[in-house]
């Protein structure tokens, strides 16, 4: 195949895994392994040994649920999540891919509990972060693909 068909597959195989993994995350509150493994594979389509350096971007992750292991936060999945995308992204966009997914997320999660406390519902709940996550991933994915991330 001609490299561009690869990377138009890469791409749609890309978009179908984690739309797929936002949808696990959505319903059941966790991201099948071998929805992680299919998307790192992913990279094995169009593949650049620089991109492998993208794993790192899940080490921030890593730490900050290391830190806080007792409370109800972000999952081993999520951290699986960025470390996949970032197989196949690489680290300058696997790092905008978390401030893009991180950000929405937290724009979410905050309207979200403003509105709920509006209505007088004062109790906590949690949220998916993978859904932000994957969005971030695309946006960051067509981004480098378009030549704006190195």
């Known amino acids: 195949m001609p490299v561009d068909s690869l990377a138009a597959l890469q791409a749609g195989l890309f978009l179908l895994l984690l739309l797929a993994a936002s949808v696990c995350d959505l319903c ?3 991201i099948p392994d071998s ?3 299919l998307i790192a594979a992913t990279t094995l389509l169009y593949f650049s040994s620089q991109n492998l350096l993208g794993i790192l971007g899940a080490l ?3 730490v900050i649920a290391l830190l806080f292991s007792g409370m109800d936060g972000m999952g081993g999945g999520d951290i699986k999540l960025v470390a996949a995308t970032g197989i196949v992204l690489g680290l300058p966009a696997s790092l905008t891919m978390s401030i893009i997914g991180l950000v929405s997320f937290t724009i979410y999660a905050t309207v979200h509990t403003v509105i709920r ?3 007088g519902k004062v109790e906590t709940i949690g949220f998916p972060v993978g859904p932000f996550l994957a969005f971030g991933a695309v946006v960051a994915y067509f981004m480098k693909m378009g030549g704006m991330i190195l």
């Open 60 to 62: 921030p992750y890593l």
């Open 35 to 37: 929805l992680q493994l």
């Open 117 to 119: 406390q509006r209505h």
């Open 28 to 30: 059941c509150r966790e």
